[in-house]
């Protein structure tokens, strides 16, 4: 069972060249310490159904999950949990990874916020499927030992070993992990087996690695902890891989050396013969790579992270091995099939899951084995300079097959022409082999999207693949999206044809679309993605969600709030009939009112349907106590596509043109459907294509649609090469580099939209992504969108005004104005971390002696232009590199009080300069690129040092200007 495995990397195959050359070895695959062939299971969630009427769709979320479908209709309407017939299909998916079951919390079916699935799980009794129980010590999921425990002792599906149920563990200590034991042994006997966990902490993130190994020191503090671990609990494991990444120049991904140097020494301590009867336990991990770039993200890397974090766990020995999560759909930790991941990780879960048992079944059932079980990876979205890269990853069919394909991989423009052919890449078709086909993406300046073409040749005969396949779009300077997309050739619909044309309508700024599809099998869903974002699916059945067609015009409410709070008003539609749809309020004589009503950043609101006809008579009226009174008339939410108005404590009412999908409809089950629809555009140039969905799973990518020619036009941007590990200056079209002139009237409520993109909208004491419409904390939240993460009570204690009011100026240009608290939210890639800008505005301090926060690049942590700050009379800044390191610079050129003094920020990846009030100062060095990506906020970050005065015409430009 146990023989030569291909394992990645430091770990024995693909060492990768730029050029994408890669060599291959093999390593000896050990048995499990204890267990004869290692567990692995995926800790789950368990929240989210596989119904597409639940929210199963939003634009905050930079993925969505592959098998939803109607057909997964529920046995309770009523019940929008996990009801049996998800949880079947979830269970035939593990079958298909090779994974042994879920790990689950019991607490959440005690509290009934999950359905009860150990019963779904008993009742089908699969021999192959598990579920281990999690102890969690407090929060929602603790865990009760007189409730939970009887529940997983009866259960014959929970994991046992020798016949004790083992426990996983999720945020415990040594101290309650061992209350936990102590209580339950005495109340249910020597029944359990209890792994205690710990993650990588601050000595061993922060080791050098010399020579590949920890310091004899840290090695010996790790041992002398795991021993006493394992003399008090039945196993220990390292768990929170996630936060086991390397900060790279442009994201951090999955630090497979520490790994190793980590697990070795763990082996070793596990060998003593003391610990020989103990379970040896690991984590591995897939990504973090949620929407809003919040906490420890961490690349998939292609497949890179699922497998060398999965295979250094099975190296070093590990019994049971945890992959968290199945299904985190927030933070894009997703195991499970996804349409962005596809089948990919499935198809590399089962074939390492089924060599560890000895079995040779690798293919997935259904499959042509006559096309090579290739899968290809890429980002969704590059900025100009990041590495332009493409995983190829060979799973094989089989052990021992010694036949051998070619590929070659073309790189081609939207009309075609051949920008970059590779070497070609030789795979032995019975070994895991990746090459990684690599070039710097700057030498594609010109282009907005990039088309793959693979010749892949097998006995003597070549196969072009290219239609399908993900295209691989460039934006100059900015990115929200890190998401690679994964794509096995196998899995591609085997014959599909798409039509999709663009065309102005008599409104500016909409479009309409025209689709027709047609496929080789019955499709799921039909989706119109504009920059990777669902705006229109086609489907069948019933259930169709509120979107506007040409029937009705639907109208998009949300009421949300920095700080939590309850509120007591009404929303009414006058002038014509109107159908609502809204969060759990009754709606009478189309008006909802609520009192009392609790309000934060999870999303409350829903829908308002409007005849088109009766458009013109329309108006929205508004009343919520003190804090919000206004009249919109429908025609000028139509013209104007968002309207936002805010109140005390950071309360919202949000008011958008809904012109996007925000739920799946029921499944199309046609191969054929046409359609023609409104939409707005995210950016000037925004990227359209159709994405093809099939029950199966497979999937096909028609050729994008640009919705405005590149202009002939273009500008010097200057990026960081990742290649060339310095900056450089490339031409770039000047309708894809953003130059945000913002418009800060009124005229949309606190909304502070530009020309250029959408996402880049921001607002004025709010959550961004009520004005930017993508990237919240989640898929009904904004959490992620506020400078605040959560954090709001605590950082904006006792502020009751977040929103800057706009003040006429004796000159006839407003001016924003700042009290203390007020401050101006915008997202990411505004302030870009990987290229040149110039950022320019005019203040009027009140006072420049008092230390007070401008403008900076942060939320949780730091971002790129950390801070600009008034101190000691001037400017003082800092900007943060992507390895960590601060670099401070201070202006010798006073600002006055009670004035106005403009100043401009310019940055060229290499130093900072500024001009204030005319007067030049700098160069202060501050190498490039930037840390995280963050949003930008103005006037505040928290209680400490908020500005005081007036600010306006700032403008963010990322070109860098001339002193």
């Given at each position: 069972?146990?023989?030569?495995?291909?394992?990645?990397?430091?770990?024995?195959?693909?060492?990768?060249s730029?050029?994408?050359?890669?060599?291959?070895s093999?390593?000896?695959?050990?048995?499990?310490?204890?267990?004869?062939?290692?567990?692995?299971?995926?800790?789950?969630q368990?929240?989210y159904?596989?119904r597409?009427?639940?929210?199963?769709?939003?634009?905050?979320?930079?993925?969505?999950?592959?098998?939803?479908?109607?057909?997964?209709?529920?046995?309770d309407?009523?019940d929008?949990?996990?009801?049996?017939?998800?949880?079947?299909?979830?269970?035939?998916l593990?079958?298909?990874?090779?994974?042994?079951?879920?790990g689950?919390?019991?607490?959440?079916i005690?509290?009934k916020?999950?359905?009860?699935?150990?019963?779904?799980a008993?009742?089908?009794?699969r021999?192959?499927?598990?579920l281990?129980?999690i102890?969690?010590?407090?929060?929602?999921?603790k865990?009760?030992?007189?409730?939970?425990?009887?529940?997983?002792?009866?259960?014959?599906?929970?994991?046992?070993?020798?016949?004790k149920?083992?426990?996983?563990?999720?945020?415990?200590?040594?101290?309650?992990?061992?209350?936990?034991?102590?209580?339950?042994?005495?109340?249910?006997?020597?029944?359990?087996?209890?792994?205690?966990?710990?993650?990588?902490?601050?000595?061993?993130r922060?080791?050098?690695?010399e020579?590949?190994?920890?310091?004899?020191?840290?090695?010996?503090?790790?041992?002398?902890?795991?021993?006493?671990?394992?003399?008090?609990?039945?196993?220990f494991?390292?768990?929170?891989?996630?936060?086991?990444?390397?900060?790279?120049?442009?994201?951090?991904?999955?630090?497979?050396?520490?790994?190793?140097?980590?697990?070795?020494?763990?082996?070793?301590?596990?060998?003593?013969?003391?610990?020989?009867?103990?379970?040896?336990?690991?984590?591995?991990?897939?990504?973090?790579?949620?929407?809003?770039?919040?906490?420890?993200?961490l690349?998939?890397?292609?497949?890179?992270t699922?497998?060398?974090?999965l295979?250094?766990?099975l190296?070093a020995?590990?019994?049971?091995?945890?992959?968290?999560?199945?299904?985190?759909?927030?933070?894009?930790?997703?195991?499970?099939?996804?349409?962005?991941?596809?089948?990919?990780?499935?198809?590399?879960?089962?074939?390492?899951?089924?060599?560890?048992?000895?079995?040779?079944?690798?293919?997935?059932?259904?499959?042509?084995?006559?096309?090579?079980?290739l899968?290809v990876s890429?980002?969704?979205?590059?900025c100009?300079?990041?590495?332009?890269?493409?995983?190829?990853?060979?799973?094989?069919?089989?052990?021992?097959d010694?036949?051998?394909?070619?590929?070659?991989?073309?790189?081609?423009?939207?009309?075609?022409?051949?920008?970059?052919?590779?070497?070609?890449?030789v795979?032995?078709?019975?070994?895991?082999?990746?090459?990684?086909?690599?070039?710097?993406?700057?030498?594609?300046?010109g282009e907005?999207v990039?088309l793959?073409?693979?010749?892949?040749?097998?006995?003597?005969?070549?196969?072009?693949?290219?239609?399908?396949?993900p295209?691989?779009?460039?934006?100059?300077?900015?990115?929200?999206d890190?998401?690679?997309?994964?794509?096995?050739?196998?899995?591609?619909?085997?014959?599909?044809?798409?039509?999709l044309?663009?065309?102005?309508t008599?409104?500016?700024?909409?479009?309409?679309?025209?689709?027709?599809?047609?496929a080789?099998?019955?499709?799921?869903?039909?989706?119109?993605?504009?920059?990777?974002?669902?705006v229109?699916?086609?489907?069948?059945?019933?259930?169709?969600?509120?979107?506007?067609?040409?029937e009705n015009?639907?109208?998009?409410?949300?009421?949300?709030?920095?700080?939590?709070?309850?509120?007591?008003?009404?929303?009414?539609?006058?002038?014509?009939?109107?159908?609502?749809?809204v969060?759990?309020?009754?709606?009478?004589?189309?008006?909802?009112?609520v009192?009392?009503?609790?309000?934060?950043?999870?999303?409350?609101g829903?829908?308002?349907?409007?005849?088109?006809?009766?458009?013109?008579s329309?108006?929205?009226?508004i009343?919520?106590?003190?804090?919000?009174?206004?009249?919109?008339p429908?025609?000028?939410?139509?013209?104007?596509?968002?309207?936002?108005?805010?109140?005390?404590?950071?309360?919202?009412?949000?008011?958008t043109r809904?012109?996007?999908?925000?739920?799946?409809?029921?499944?199309?089950?046609?191969?054929?459907?046409?359609?023609?629809?409104n939409?707005?555009?995210?950016?000037?140039?925004?990227?359209?294509?159709?994405?093809?969905v099939?029950?199966?799973?497979?999937?096909?990518?028609?050729?994008?649609?640009?919705?405005?020619?590149?202009?002939?036009?273009?500008?010097?941007?200057?990026?960081?090469?990742?290649?060339?590990k310095?900056?450089?200056?490339?031409?770039?079209?000047?309708?894809?580099?953003?130059?945000?002139?913002?418009?800060?009237?009124?005229?949309?409520?606190?909304v502070?939209?530009?020309?250029?993109?959408?996402?880049?909208?921001?607002?004025?004491?709010?959550?961004?992504?009520?004005?930017?419409?993508r990237?919240?904390?989640?898929?009904?939240?904004s959490?992620?969108?506020?400078?605040?993460?959560g954090?709001?009570?605590?950082?904006?204690a006792?502020?009751?005004?977040?929103?800057?009011?706009?003040?006429?100026?004796?000159?006839?240009?407003?001016?924003?104005?700042?009290?203390?608290?007020?401050?101006?939210?915008?997202?990411?890639?505004?302030?870009?971390r990987?290229?040149?800008?110039?950022?320019?505005?005019?203040?009027?301090?009140?006072?420049?002696?008092?230390?007070?926060?401008?403008?900076?690049?942060?939320?949780?942590?730091?971002?790129?232009?950390?801070?600009?700050?008034?101190?000691d009379?001037?400017?003082?800044g800092?900007?943060?590199?992507?390895?960590?390191?601060?670099?401070?610079?201070?202006?010798?050129?006073?600002?006055?009080?009670?004035?106005w003094?403009?100043?401009?920020?310019?940055?060229?990846?290499?130093?900072?300069?500024?001009?204030?009030?005319?007067?030049?100062?700098?160069?202060?060095?501050?190498?490039?690129?930037g840390?995280?990506?963050?949003?930008?906020?103005?006037?505040t970050?928290?209680?400490?040092n908020?500005?005081?005065?007036?600010?306006?015409?700032?403008?963010?430009?990322?070109?860098v200007?001339?002193?």
């Open positions: 069972m146990y023989k030569q495995f291909v394992l990645l990397s430091l770990c024995g195959c693909a060492v990768v730029m050029c994408g050359c890669a060599t291959v093999g390593l000896e695959f050990p048995k499990p310490h204890r267990l004869e062939r290692p567990i692995i299971f995926s800790q789950a368990m929240k159904t596989l597409n009427r639940s929210n199963a769709y939003y634009s905050n979320w930079v993925d969505w999950p592959l098998f939803v479908s109607s057909d997964f209709a529920p046995i309407p009523d929008r949990r996990i009801q049996a017939p998800d949880f079947a299909k979830m269970q035939e593990v079958g298909l990874y090779g994974l042994d079951g879920y689950y919390w019991q607490a959440a005690r509290n916020t999950r359905s009860d699935f150990v019963g779904f008993d009742a089908s009794a021999p192959d499927f598990c281990v129980p102890i969690t010590p407090g929060g929602s999921f865990y009760d030992v007189d409730q939970d425990t009887p529940v997983i002792l009866e259960s014959p599906t929970t994991l046992a070993i020798d016949g149920k083992l426990f996983w563990i999720y945020g415990v200590t040594d101290v309650s992990l061992g209350a936990y034991r102590d209580e339950m042994r005495t109340k249910f006997g020597d029944r359990f087996l209890f792994m205690m966990g710990r993650p990588f902490n601050e000595a061993i922060n080791d050098p690695l020579g590949g190994a920890l310091a004899p020191a840290l090695q010996e503090e790790i041992k002398q902890q795991l021993r006493a671990d394992l003399r008090q609990f039945d196993g494991a390292w768990v929170g891989m996630s936060t086991n990444g390397t900060l790279s120049d442009n994201e951090r991904v999955f630090n497979l050396a520490r790994a190793q140097a980590v697990l070795a020494v763990t082996a070793e301590v596990f060998r003593e013969p003391e610990f020989k009867d103990k379970i040896f336990g690991a984590s591995a991990v897939a990504e973090h790579s949620n929407a809003g770039r919040l906490g420890h993200t690349s998939s890397d292609g497949t890179r699922l497998r060398h974090s295979m250094a766990a190296q020995g590990a019994d049971v091995i945890n992959i968290p999560e199945w299904d985190e759909q927030n933070e894009n930790t997703s195991l499970r099939p996804t349409v962005f991941n596809g089948l990919a990780y499935m198809r590399v879960m089962r074939y390492i899951t089924h060599w560890t048992r000895g079995e040779k079944d690798f293919a997935l059932p259904g499959d042509n084995l006559d096309i090579p079980g899968v890429v980002r969704k979205i590059l100009l300079g990041e590495l332009f890269a493409v995983e190829l990853l060979n799973v094989p069919d089989q052990p021992g010694k036949s051998r394909y070619e590929v070659v991989l073309r790189l081609r423009s939207l009309d075609g022409r051949l920008l970059h052919e590779f070497p070609a890449c795979f032995k078709a019975g070994e895991l082999q990746e090459h990684r086909p690599t070039i710097g993406s700057e030498v594609l300046a907005r990039v793959l073409e693979l010749a892949v040749t097998k006995n003597g005969q070549t196969t072009v693949w290219s239609d399908g396949l295209a691989v779009q460039l934006q100059a300077t900015w990115n929200n890190y998401k690679w997309v994964k794509q096995c050739l196998r899995d591609l619909i085997p014959a599909a044809e798409a039509s044309t663009l065309a102005p008599a409104e500016p700024g909409i479009l309409r679309a025209t689709g027709a599809v047609k080789s099998e019955t499709l799921k869903q039909v989706e119109l993605l504009d920059n990777w974002d669902a229109y699916t086609a489907g069948g059945g019933d259930f169709q969600p509120p979107r506007e067609n040409d015009v639907v109208v998009r409410l949300s009421i949300n709030s920095l700080l939590p709070q309850k509120v007591t008003g009404r929303i009414a539609v006058k002038g014509a009939p109107s159908h609502w749809k969060d759990r309020r009754v709606v009478k004589d189309g008006a909802w009112s009192k009392n009503f609790p309000v934060s950043h999870w999303f409350r829903g829908m308002i349907s409007i005849p088109r006809s009766a458009a013109g329309a108006s929205i009226r009343a919520f106590d003190d804090q919000v009174e206004a009249v919109l429908l025609t000028e939410l139509l013209t104007k596509q968002t309207v936002i108005y805010g109140g005390k404590g950071g309360f919202t009412v949000a008011l809904h012109l996007r999908q925000l739920q799946q409809p029921d499944d199309l089950n046609a191969d054929t459907t046409q359609f023609s629809v939409f707005a555009p995210d950016q000037l140039c925004s990227v359209m294509q159709l994405q093809l099939a029950p199966s799973g497979r999937i096909w990518r028609s050729r994008p649609v640009l919705t405005a020619p590149l202009a002939a036009e273009t500008v010097p941007v200057t990026v960081y090469s990742s290649m060339q310095r900056p450089v200056t490339v031409a770039v079209p000047s309708n894809l580099v953003p130059q945000l002139d913002f418009d800060w009237s009124d005229a949309r409520g606190i502070v939209p530009n020309a250029f993109a959408r996402p880049l909208w921001g607002i004025r004491g709010g959550f961004y992504n009520l004005a930017s419409l990237l919240g904390g989640g898929g009904s939240c959490n992620g969108a506020s400078p605040g993460l954090n709001a009570q605590k950082i904006w006792g502020i009751t005004d977040f929103v800057p009011a706009l003040e006429p100026q004796a000159d006839g240009v407003p001016a924003l104005r700042f009290r203390g608290g007020e401050h101006v939210a915008f997202p990411i890639g505004v302030i870009p990987r290229s040149g800008f110039t950022l320019s505005f005019d203040i009027k301090p009140d006072d420049v002696t008092r230390p007070q926060f401008l403008l900076g690049c942060r939320r949780e942590y730091v971002g790129t232009l950390s801070s600009l700050e008034i101190a009379g001037t400017l003082r800092s900007y943060s590199d992507y390895m960590v390191k601060s670099w401070d610079f201070t202006a010798d050129v006073p600002l006055r009080a009670g004035v003094n403009t100043v401009t920020v310019i940055y060229d990846l290499l130093a900072v300069r500024m001009v204030i009030n005319g007067q030049a100062v700098g160069p202060f060095p501050a190498p490039g690129p840390l995280y990506d963050m949003p930008t906020t103005i006037g970050w928290s209680t400490e908020p500005y005081r005065g007036l600010l306006r015409n700032l403008t963010i430009s990322h070109t200007a001339t002193p």
